[in-house]
């Protein structure tokens, strides 16, 4: 990877990999203000904030694509409505109510390593399908309705929502059907057309009233629960235009792609373009050589260019992403002990985690005897070291050549990582759904309306490039 | 008068053979509680051989060092694990059921005494699996049972 040959210590420290040398670490969440922030913007910005969020999975292999989504309704059930268009016929299963928390809870980055002075100064799928499907007599939907060029393949019930999967010859055909069976669509004859050329399916869906709760007014309440939809491709795409009209200016969408290997959008919405500029910002603090800094001066040149042209463009930023290993896996096998330092895996080369007790008794002998401390100050100060490095709060690493380390000292404090109790523990609904041996990639976009012309095709990374992202940086990307 | 010259130099005497005795008291006369108290002293030598002594004194000493792995004064504390680290395997039943069921204070420097002990303390590899569930002594323990089982 280029990431980790290009590394030093720390860096590598920012993205450990592999199996796990200790087996997981225990997780008990503590005061880590830093830490906890994470989970309450993730719980802003990755489940509540995006217009459109979706978890994507690849087999290359056998073609087989899925996305799942999760509508976003508010307000009256009748004004809800859903027009999914994909290359081949979707099965469709419901997915865990709670999916998108999840994953974001999962997926929040760990905090950086901190040095400690010892004086003061410091697809295809998996998953387990709930329920949905066919019901039954559904066979007898399947009628072509010539009048309109619509032909309905199949309906059926998953979750909350009441769906039909149609084909279409013809726009304006396909647009009355719609309206005629009260579909709600926002969108435009020339968007359906756009699809219908390419020979996409459609799957429509509204609320089945018969899955939510009345309230006293008449009206629906109640989440739409997240809806997987299982097909065959040639390409890993996204249909990103059929959302363009019901858009007003842009949309926050933010994107979860499991595959065997790293996924990126291409051209200018590569998160490669934001994503290298931050981390190699972050290298020219550890000893970036001549040709990482040849390469930050390009795509900083790159991003200048490209807002001179277009200012209101913006990056793809890369969130979180890691092929998905044991130690990974293990955290949803048993999520309050194996949570807070997850893929801790093999520590960098000359990185030894070490106990408290160890840490304490050799930090008393360098205070005693090379710092000539007071033995009262020692005291004291030991007193400090265990309250500040406790077990349950994170790691101690040792670093036998402190020039390897980016915090340039012989101690590192790796803090654990936090999110409520209750919240970790249902990670486990996460099982069957993430696979090791897996990329996981999560990046987020703001797509203007006009970036929203075409889908998006989703392509892997090549080999050899890939980027793992699982600590935060000091650094922003552009 | 003479007399009582000859007495007082008797006197003088004895004391200053007191005197003498007193700073020739053979160390492994000294009650085991003594030197205990002597791992708090500041002096990192008066504590270096209260250690010592400790030491030498193998599992006899093992119930006074117990309670000293909780004291509040780390240093304490680290000098009572480093005695019974280096007793040895005789220290291990009464590390064991400190594991388990002494203050939580301690434990983290029981776990400590036990690396220390090594191979020999193997017995205690039940309750380092058992400790290794909390998470404040998840990583002393898990380091502990990789050293005492050569993982």
């Given at each position: ?7 030093t210590?720390?860096?590598?420290a ?66 809800f ?12 299963d419901?997915?865990p ?15 950086l390593?901190?040095p ?26 399947k ?41 709600v ?6 968007t ?21 709760k ?75 050589n ?19 042209n ?14 998905l ?6 955290v ?61 709060k994170g ?12 915090n ?5 404090w ?38 929203m012309?075409d ?7 090549p ?10 940086m ?5 | ?10 006197f003088?005497?004895a ?23 002597q ?5 990192p ?9 400790l ?26 694990a480093?005695c ?7 220290s ?17 420097w ?35 049972i ?6």
């Amino acid at each position: 990877m280029i990431g980790t040959r290009s590394w030093t210590s720390l860096a590598a420290a920012a993205m450990i990999a592999g199996s796990a040398a200790l087996g997981a670490l225990s997780l008990r969440p503590a005061g880590n203000a830093e830490a906890a922030c994470c989970y309450f913007a993730a719980q802003e910005k990755d489940i509540n904030q995006p217009g459109q969020k979706a978890f994507i999975t690849w087999d290359p292999a056998a073609k087989i694509e899925s996305w799942t989504v999760q509508p976003k309704f508010e307000g009256n059930a009748v004004d809800f409505g859903m027009v999914i268009p994909s290359p081949s016929q979707p099965k469709l299963d419901e997915m865990p109510r709670d999916f998108f928390k999840d994953l974001a809870i999962y997926s929040i980055l760990m905090p950086l390593p901190e040095p400690i002075w010892l004086s003061p100064r410091v697809g295809v799928g998996g998953g387990s399908p709930q329920k949905g499907g066919m019901r039954p007599g559904a066979d007898e939907d399947k009628k072509h309705e010539a009048g309109r060029g619509v032909t309905v393949l199949e309906a059926g019930v998953v979750g909350s929502l009441d769906y039909k999967i149609i084909t279409a010859e013809r726009a304006e055909g396909l647009y009355g059907w719609l309206r005629e069976n009260q579909y709600v669509y926002s969108g435009d004859e020339g968007t359906l057309d756009f699809y219908i050329r390419k020979k996409w399916f459609f799957t429509v869906m509204k609320i089945d009233p018969r899955q939510m709760k009345k309230a006293a007014d008449g009206s629906y309440l109640g989440e739409v629960t997240p809806t997987r939809f299982t097909f065959a491709s040639d390409a890993c795409v996204y249909p990103l235009k059929i959302t363009q009209l019901s858009v007003k200016d842009k949309t926050d969408a933010l994107f979860y792609v499991q595959a065997p290997r790293q996924m990126d959008l291409q051209g200018d919405l590569s998160w490669m373009h934001s994503y290298r500029v931050m981390y190699l910002t972050f290298l020219l603090g550890c000893g970036a050589n001549a040709e990482q800094k040849q390469e930050l001066s390009t795509r900083q040149a790159w991003v200048v260019a490209k807002r001179r042209n277009d200012p209101g463009f913006e990056t793809t930023k890369l969130e979180w992403s890691r092929m998905l290993g044991e130690a990974d896996l293990a955290v949803l096998d048993d999520p309050l002990k194996n949570y807070a330092q997850m893929g801790m895996g093999t520590l960098p080369e000359g990185h030894a985690v070490t106990s408290l007790e160890d840490f304490l008794r050799t930090a008393r002998t360098e205070m005693e005897t090379n710092q000539r401390m007071k033995p009262e100050d020692v005291a004291s100060r030991l007193k400090v070291l265990e309250a500040q490095y406790a077990s349950s709060k994170g790691v101690i690493v040792k670093i036998s050549d402190p020039n390897r380390s980016f915090n340039r000292c012989e101690w590192e404090w790796w803090p654990h990582r936090e999110a409520p109790e209750a919240e970790v523990k249902d990670l486990a609904r996460l099982k069957g759904h993430l696979q090791q041996g897996q990329w996981l990639t999560k990046f987020r976009k703001i797509i203007r309306k006009s970036e929203m012309s075409d889908d998006l095709l989703l392509t892997p990374v090549p080999e050899g490039r890939e980027q793992e992202y699982i600590r935060i940086m000091p650094t922003s990307p552009p | 008068m003479k007399r009582t010259r000859r007495i007082a130099g008797h006197f003088r005497l004895a004391l200053l053979g007191a005197v003498l005795a007193a700073g020739c008291i053979d160390p492994a006369s000294r009650p085991t509680s003594w030197w205990i108290e002597q791992l708090r002293e500041e002096d990192p030598d008066d504590r270096r051989a209260a250690r010592e002594q400790l030491v030498s004194r193998g599992a006899a000493a093992v119930p006074d060092l117990i309670p000293l792995l909780s004291a509040e004064d780390l240093v304490v504390a680290m000098s009572a694990a480093d005695c019974l680290g280096t007793i040895g395997p005789a220290s291990v039943p009464a590390l064991i059921d400190a594991l388990r069921t002494g203050p939580a204070r301690g434990r983290g420097w029981a776990i400590h005494a036990l690396k220390q002990i090594g191979a020999g303390a193997r017995d205690a590899l039940p309750a380092l699996q058992d400790a290794s569930r909390d998470p404040a002594l998840r990583m002393s323990a898990t380091l502990a049972i990789r050293e005492i089982s050569g993982n």
